[in-house]
């Protein structure tokens, strides 16, 4: 089993900053994150493997940056220059074997 923390979400107005944390209960080789808009299907944001390879949506390139401290088993997604569009519940997911997800934490970007 792995537990998944999820911490950083909130409102921000167009053009700012956020930085979400997910901290895992144990070591996981690969982290990632995903958003879910209301209405519309979850989807992939972005991932980090243990070693730091990284891949990113197309929507979030150049604005988000995924990260980890693999001491604290700890993923982190900074986001910058947010958009309206980017607003959604954001998820950390972990492969461990199995899939585990996070509580979600709310983002909101205000025009």
């Known amino acids: 089993q792995v537990q998944l923390v999820e911490s950083g979400g909130g409102l921000v107005q167009a053009g700012g900053s956020l930085r979400l944390s997910c901290a895992a209960s144990r070591s996981i080789n690969i982290m990632s994150w995903y958003r879910q808009a209301p209405g519309k299907q979850r989807e992939f944001v972005a991932r980090?493997?243990?070693?730091?390879?990284?891949n990113y949506a197309n929507s979030v390139k150049g604005r988000f940056t995924i990260s980890r401290d693999n001491a604290k088993n700890t993923v982190y997604l900074q986001m910058n220059s947010l958009k309206p569009d980017d607003t959604a519940t954001y998820y950390c997911?972990?492969?461990?074997?199995?899939?585990?997800w996070g509580q979600g934490t709310q983002v909101t970007v205000s025009s």
């Open positions: 980090i493997t243990s070693s730091g390879s990284t």
């Open positions: 997911n972990a492969l461990a074997p199995g899939v585990y």
